[in-house]
């Protein structure tokens, strides 16, 4: 499953992952590979990526949480709120 995390000002994320879980309005919730299509608001909170390493580890993904969490196949940041889009195993995280 694909991941995106962008904001306005720059490119959080973009690579492979096995699940996401957002601050949700609601609270927490997750996406795991073949959910189902979804829009949904993001509150501010944690957002925690399980990414799959070794497909992340070239040049076509250039984020600034590649760089920094290369190595890691879990990681976590934070965001001031949002708005995700699930759909055929891509997630778009359009985050402030």
């Known amino acids: 499953?694909?991941?995106e995390v962008i904001t306005p000002d720059e490119t959080l994320f973009i690579g492979n992952i096995s699940q996401v879980v957002l601050p949700g309005i609601d609270g927490s919730f997750g996406i795991l590979k073949n959910h189902a299509p979804m829009i949904s608001a993001l509150a501010k909170g944690t957002?925690?990526?399980d990414q799959l390493v070794a497909e992340n580890n070239n040049d076509d993904f250039e984020g600034k949480y590649?760089?920094?969490f290369k190595d890691k196949d879990s990681f976590t940041f934070e965001i001031n709120g949002g708005v995700i889009e699930v759909r055929e195993n891509k997630v778009i995280v359009l985050a402030e």
């Open 1 to 3: 499953m694909l991941l």
């Open 47 to 49: 957002v925690k990526v």
């Open 66 to 68: 590649n760089l920094a």
